[in-house]
């Protein structure tokens, strides 16, 4: 039992190596949000809150 619970731990090492090594920085993009409110802007182009501005 203990060794296959050291096998599971290298290996899951190992993978995470490999993983380093095809995506070393990590960086990911920041959401994009709304210039005026700074909500988050998912899914769509503009915000609510312009939305809501043209039709008043």
Do not use: D, Q
């Amino acid at each position: 039992m203990v060794k296959i619970a050291t096998l599971f731990l290298v290996a899951m090492m190992v993978i995470g190596f490999v993983g380093r090594l095809v995506a070393p920085n990590g960086n990911r993009k920041a959401p994009r949000r709304c210039t005026t409110c700074g909500r988050y802007l998912i899914g769509r182009e503009t915000c609510t809150c312009r939305a809501k501005g043209r039709s008043g």
